[in-house]
């Protein structure tokens, strides 16, 4: 069970928000300037991003909609 299941409404900054409707499918984390990346971390702590390794090594996030 993730947290998102638990809980209504997960808190999430202005600057969240924005990256999160900018992730509409798979992309490679590296593509993301490194500030970018940081607020992705965020949201990865929050299970509203996941990252996977693909088979090649390379990271790519995804977004966990219900």
């Not at 993730?2 to 992730?23: C, G, H, P, Q, S």
């Not at 949201?43 to 991003?49: C, Q």
């Amino acid at each position: 069970m993730r947290i998102i299941d638990i809980v209504d409404e997960i808190y999430m900054t202005n600057e969240e928000k924005a990256l999160l409707e900018t992730i509409d499918s798979v992309r490679p984390l590296g593509s993301f300037p490194e500030r970018e990346q940081t607020i992705i971390n965020n949201l990865i702590r929050k299970s509203i991003i996941s990252k996977v390794q693909t088979q090649s090594g390379t990271i790519v996030v995804i977004r966990n909609d219900n």
